[in-house]
């Protein structure tokens, strides 16, 4: 059952960040050609939702979440920025989502080891007697 709950989350971050990588291009690549974009944001890659973002790079989507309203040189170039923002702000939100569901995933299954282990345990030493 925790497997297809992981499957599931895993799918839908996978589908949301090849979506937001369709939708934000044109924004990274705008970063990218500015230093002094590049400069706050840091490195970012052609495949940034599906590769730095998974690394845990979160340069690009941590200065659009704390830019609610761009700079000049942003809004004219992007007249969505907010649209953009928003679909950065879902993915990043879903990542961390899945990075919780994968440590509470492993937290829940060594839980039930231990109470297996015990539980042989109490069996074997009952056995002996």
């Known amino acids: 059952m925790t497997i297809y709950f992981i499957t599931m989350a ?5 589908v949301s960040a090849i979506y937001a990588q369709s939708a934000l291009s044109e924004l990274l690549d705008f970063f990218r050609n500015s230093p002094s974009l ?4 840091g490195f ?4 940034y939702f599906l590769y730095d973002l998974t690394r845990c790079r979160y340069g ?5 979440f704390k830019h ?3 700079p000049k040189e942003i809004a004219d170039a992007f007249p969505d920025y907010s649209r ?3 679909i950065s702000n879902v993915v990043y939100g879903l990542h961390v989502v899945f990075g919780i569901v994968l440590i509470a995933a492993f937290v ?3 839980c039930k080891c231990v109470t297996i282990n015990a539980n042989l345990r109490n069996e074997l030493i009952n056995w002996d007697r």
């Open 10 to 14: 895993g799918l839908v971050f996978l």
């Open 108 to 110: 829940i299954h060594q």
């Open 60 to 64: 690009f989507v941590r200065y659009l």
């Open 68 to 70: 609610p309203v761009p």
């Open 38 to 41: 590049l400069e706050k944001t």
């Open 44 to 47: 970012i890659s052609d495949l």
């Open 84 to 86: 953009l923002r928003n």
